[in-house]
C-alpha cells in the first residue's frame, strides 16, 4: 500500500543525511578504483544506524514499501555516490534483500536475510558467466556453471564474470544448472571453494568490492540451501531484475540530481566574456535540457513503480523505463561535464564520477540494445497477432 506522507518524511530525513553527513566522505581516500572500503562502508552504515535510517525503505516488520514510495526514499539516497551504501539500499543488496523477501523460507531470512537488513552482511548474485567461456551474459539460457546433487548436498562447479560485491560479501545466491533447470543456492561467504581470480578495472567506483571473475570449483552446498524450488531458477530471478532495474533508475536519478545542482551553481558563480555561463544561452539552455530530463526521467519511474505496485510483473515496461531513464540520466551527467568544461572532467567534484557511474549503468542489468530487442520482438508477436484477428 502506497504511503506517500510517510515516504516524502523518510525521503527529508534521508535528503539531510545525504547532503550533511555522507557527502562529506566522496573525498575520503578510502574511496578507490574497486569502490569504498570494507572500513568507510562500516563507518557510514554506523552513521546511518545512529541516525535511524539504517535499510530505510524496509520496515522493523520486513515488509518493504511499495515500490513508488520507494522510489521517493531511493532517489534522495543516489543524491551521494556514497549514500546507498551508506543507508543499505545499493546494489546488489537491495535487489538481494528483495528477492530473499519473497522466495526464502523462515530459517533461511534468519541465516542469511537477516544480517543484509541490518547491514552486517553484504551480498553477491551469481549469475553473468566469462564469455570467453561462451557463458551466461545478457542471455541466461547459457548457462554453463553446474551443479549435482551428492546425497543430501549439491556439488557446483564453474566460473562467473562481473560479479558485483564478491569481494568482501558474506552472502552469496549463486545460479547454476541442474538437470531441472536453473537453480538458485545460497552460500555463506567468504569460502574456500568461491575464488575470486581478479577484481576488474572498471569505469565505475561506487560499489563495495567492486566487480570480480570468479571460480567456483566443487561447492558443496546442502539441500536446504536451495533457495525455493529446484529448476525455477529463472523465474525467481525475474522476480529480482524487474524491481532491481528500477531501483537503479531511481538511485541514479539522485546522482544525476546532484550532478546538475554542481553544474547550476558552476554556471552562476563563473563569469566568460562578461557574464554568468548561465547567461550564454549554449550554457542555459543545456541546464534547462537537463531538468527536463530529469522530470522525464522521474515520470518514468513513477509510472513503472505504479506498474509494480499494482501486482504485475512490470517486465515489458521496467525494460523501457530503464532504457529511457538510463539515456536520460547520462545526458544530463554528460551536459554537466560540458557546462563545466576542464572543472567537468576533473575529480574536484562528484560529476565526473556521476558520469562515469551512469555510462556503466546503461550496461548494468541488461543493456540498452537487450532490452530494446525484447521490446521489439514483443512488439512484433502483438502486431502479427492483431494482424491475423483484423
Sequence with gaps: MNDPTRAEEIAARVTAFVRETVAPFERDPRCGAHGPSEALVSELRDLARRAGLMTPHIREDGSHLAHRDTATVLR???LSPLGPVALNVAAPDEGNMFLLGKVANEAQKARFLAPMLSGDARSAFFMTEPAEDGGAGSDPSMLQTTARPDGNHWVIEGRKAFITGADGAKVGIVMAR???GATLFLADLPHP?????????TIDSSMPGGHSIVTIDKLRVPADQILGEVGKGFDYAQVRLAPARLTHCMRWHGAATRAH???CAYAVKRHAFGKMLVDHEGVGFMLAE???????AELMIDWCADVLDSGAKGTTESSMTKVAVADLLFAVADRCVQVMGGTGVSGDTIVEQVFREIRAFRIYDGPTEVHKWSLAKKIKRETLAALEQA
Excluded at 571453494?193 to 578495472?201: C, G, N, P, S
Aim: net charge neutral; hydrophobic share 50%.
Design 76 to 78: 534522495a539516497a543516489g
Design 178 to 180: 541442474t538437470e531441472q
Design 193 to 201: 571453494a568461491i575464488r575470486i581470480e581478479r577484481v576488474l578495472d
Design 261 to 263: 545542482e554542481i553544474a
Design 290 to 296: 537537463n531538468r527536463i530530463a530529469l522530470k522525464q
